[in-house]
């Protein structure tokens, strides 16, 4: 007997298929033990911010494994897992093996990006945050994460640095090779012969400083230290922000724009880039003028023309011997490379640098009883506000002439200045003085006694009672008897109007006259 197949049987079937389909095809943010990545293939974080799969910078041929950021046509890379070990053919993988290792092979060579041997309760996930963690599936124990390995760039949400553990940032060798640049970033506090404890960010070059500068400006509002960490503050973790450390060595601040769909240079310090006025410069934080050059010294000028990024001269060669001094200044962070001697005396420190025809410049940290001294083109020197932390004195050698020379401009200066505010001072007394003169001549006018009412009786017998009194005590001289004043306008009503009818006569001092009847006497 025949069996008949219900037309459900391969509907049923077709849909397996294509789920089956669908579920190979569809996004994923997960890599599960023993599955592998292609050239070809990639998984992306839960709400889409970061992809994570193999590329090729530029018109390379070399594939990398790398995270990006999804909306960013131009995939922007943000970590790269075989930067010094790129695969030469598009057969690579990137597989999570049943021991728990995430491992990119092709042909004969093989890389390991995290060595976990953790066996196969383990996944690899990529997070909203760019991270990248393998993780034990059932007491979710993070066995490994990219953010403990990071290359050129630092995300919201990584811990910046470990004080304790060494972190450091290193650039790519080039616009287009991932491979480890000479640059590395890193936040500490390298410099405990300049600041003690402090920290602050320091590229190096090789072995060599090549850029400091402490946490201000935009960096201070977005990075925080907590403990032994410096991390980005809450606020900020979920926006689009990265902190890149370029191919030329500088540090820059970059922010995602959905306007226009493209990274844009936030703000930085004024004077953050490396030696950005030239040898023997100073860059001004807090004016706008930016770049000048340091006392003594003046611009290159090449062709004609000058520029501040060539940076200075001096005006004055120094002469061997003690036949220099040096100018102070202050609130200054100190330029770079500087040498330790062993001396923890300022004075010491001073004539060291004094009596050595290779010493350009000396400063004393009296923090740590350090003595620091520059032989070299001095470069990345910066002024700083008056409230800022990290200002320090320095002392700049120059030629004894330099230094009467502005001692000379500074008094021509004040000479001019007292030109001009003493004939000012003299002009406003002068004006005083007249002013008085008027306002007490009013005065007397207007203040005067009433001749209509006086007793002139009283008044003589008081002036003769004065007079007297005044013989007695054999002085007798004329301005000590007082003598009556008068308002002018009682005068004319005594005598009326000085009519002729009251004049008596006239003297060499002029006109007498006689006062009316109804005056009191």
């Not at 049987?9 to 579920?23: I, M, T």
């Not at 992809?51 to 970590?79: A, C, H, M, Q």
């Not at 004969?108 to 963690?133: C, F, I, K, P, Q």
């Amino acid at each position: 007997m025949s069996r008949t197949i219900s037309p459900l049987v391969p509907a049923f079937l077709l849909l397996l298929c294509l789920g089956l389909q669908l579920a190979n095809g569809s996004v994923t943010d997960t890599i599960g033990p023993g599955q592998s990545l292609t050239t070809s293939e990639t998984i992306v974080s839960a709400k889409g911010k970061f992809e994570l799969g193999f590329f090729s910078p530029g018109n390379s041929t070399r594939n990398y494994v790398g995270i990006w950021y999804k909306k960013d046509s131009n995939r922007t890379v943000v970590w790269v897992a075989n930067r010094e070990r790129p695969f030469p053919n598009s057969s690579a993988v990137l597989t999570l093996n049943p021991d728990g290792n995430l491992v990119i092979s092709g042909g004969r060579m093989e890389y390991t990006v995290a060595n976990t041997s953790a066996g196969r309760d383990t996944y690899a996930m990529l997070l909203d945050t760019g991270n990248l963690r393998v993780t034990k599936r059932v007491s979710g124990v993070v066995l490994w994460q990219s953010f403990e390995h990071p290359t050129d760039t630092v995300l919201p949400g990584m811990n910046v640095s470990d004080f304790t553990t060494g972190w450091s940032l290193t650039s790519w060798k080039s616009t287009e090779d991932p491979a480890p640049g000479p640059f590395t970033l890193h936040l500490g506090s390298w410099n405990k012969l300049l600041r003690g404890s402090w920290k602050e960010l320091f590229v190096m070059k090789g072995s060599e400083i090549y850029w400091s500068s402490a946490l201000i400006g935009r960096l201070a509002d977005i990075l925080v230290i907590v403990g032994e960490s410096v991390t980005w503050r809450s606020k900020y973790t979920d926006e689009m922000l990265r902190m890149v450390l370029d191919a030329s060595g500088q540090l820059r601040l970059l922010s995602w724009a959905e306007v226009d769909r493209s990274w844009h240079l936030l703000p930085s310090p004024k004077c953050g880039a490396y030696a950005l006025c030239g040898d023997y410069s100073i860059c001004s934080e807090t004016t706008d003028r930016g770049c000048d050059c340091l006392p003594g010294f003046k611009q290159v000028v090449a062709e004609g023309i000058k520029s501040s990024g060539r940076g200075c001269v001096r005006k004055i060669d120094l002469k061997c011997g003690n036949y220099t001094k040096f100018f102070p200044l202050s609130q200054v962070d100190w330029p770079s490379n500087p040498n330790k001697l062993d001396i923890s005396d300022s004075v010491e420190c001073m004539s060291a640098c004094s009596t050595n025809c290779s010493c350009i410049a000396y400063a004393y940290d009296h923090r740590n009883h350090d003595c620091l001294v520059w032989e070299g083109p001095l470069l990345n020197v910066k002024q700083l506000s008056e409230d800022d932390g990290y200002g320090n004195d320095f002392y700049l050698k120059l030629d004894p002439s330099e230094l009467s020379t502005k001692g000379h401009k500074n008094a021509k200066v004040a000479g001019l200045l007292w030109a001009a505010i003493i004939p000012t001072i003299s002009l406003a007394l002068v004006f005083s003085l007249f002013v008085y003169c008027v306002r007490r001549k009013k005065e007397l006018k207007e203040n005067g006694d009433d001749l209509l009412l006086l007793d002139l009786s009283m008044t003589i017998e008081s002036n003769s009672s004065e007079l007297t009194e005044s013989i007695r005590h054999g002085n007798s001289r004329r301005g000590e008897v007082k003598m009556p004043l008068f308002s002018f306008a009682s005068v004319s009503a005594a005598t009326d109007n000085f009519s002729d009818a009251n004049k008596l006569g006239e003297g060499g001092f002029g006109p007498v006259y006689k006062m009316q009847k109804s005056a009191r006497y």
